[in-house]
């Protein structure tokens, strides 16, 4: 199994200033496609996740640009240009490059 | 506008059974393959199944093949778990995804004597 693990684990943030996420993943997450399927989700308290990067960098209709990913191989990062209070919540990095599909530990993200 | 439902959850005895059913609407179910994920209070998510638009690929987590079944019903826009052979540590919040992109509100699952 692919094992994905994440950096911090817990992040108290300013708002307005950036933060950002590491994800790690024990394997290539390039798929025999040639695309990587690296997913960011962020999980609001009492909420379910919501689906905000798909495949890296791709941003999820909706998700507003100040959310970006990148990376590539087995090292990603998800930036947040200026952090916003609506932005709290869990931070989950996931791989569906193959079964079975394995989530990150996440990472808390509060206000200082 | 993407809908899922979940319902199904309860309180269920260890050695027990339950079937979960995510209804979904405004969007072509038919067209897309579907997850069950599922969360501990207070913890992590962890992927539980996967199912295939035409149903034709089925995949499961480890900790729950031989005991949880997954099915859809592509007339009815349904996607079913049935779970059988219930843990104590089966208990989680359980969710059905579209494709990670649209997710339900949940239905939880205890498992407890």
């Known amino acids: 199994d692919i094992v994905m693990t994440q950096t911090p684990l817990s992040s108290p943030v300013t708002l307005g200033q950036p933060a950002s996420i590491s994800c790690r993943s024990s394997?290539?997450?390039?798929?025999?496609?040639?695309?990587?399927?690296l997913t960011w989700l962020h999980q609001r308290p009492g909420q379910p996740p919501r689906l905000l990067i798909y495949k890296i960098s791709n941003r999820f209709p909706g998700v507003p640009d100040r959310f970006s990913g990148s990376g590539a191989g087995t090292d990603f990062t998800l930036k947040i240009s200026r952090v916003e209070a609506e932005d709290v919540g869990v931070y989950y990095c996931?791989?569906?490059?193959?079964?079975?599909?394995?989530f990150g530990p996440g990472t808390k993200v509060d206000i200082k | 506008e993407v809908q899922l439902v979940e319902s199904g959850g309860g309180l269920v005895q260890p050695g027990g059974s339950l079937r979960l059913s995510c209804v979904a609407s405004?969007?072509?179910?038919?067209?897309?393959?579907m997850t069950w994920v599922r969360q501990t209070p207070g913890k992590g998510l962890e992927w539980v199944s996967y199912?295939?638009?035409?149903?034709?690929?089925?995949y499961y987590a480890d900790s729950v093949k031989g005991r949880f079944t997954i099915s859809r019903d592509n007339a009815k826009s349904s996607l079913f778990l049935q779970m059988n052979s219930l843990r104590a540590e089966d208990t989680a919040i359980y969710y059905c995804a579209r494709r990670f992109e649209y997710w339900g509100q949940g239905t939880l699952v205890t498992v407890s004597s």
């Open positions: 394997q290539s997450l390039v798929h025999s496609d040639g695309s990587a399927y």
């Open positions: 996931m791989q569906t490059t193959q079964f079975p599909f394995t």
């Open positions: 405004g969007f072509t179910f038919s067209d897309y393959e």
């Open positions: 199912i295939s638009s035409g149903d034709n690929d089925i």
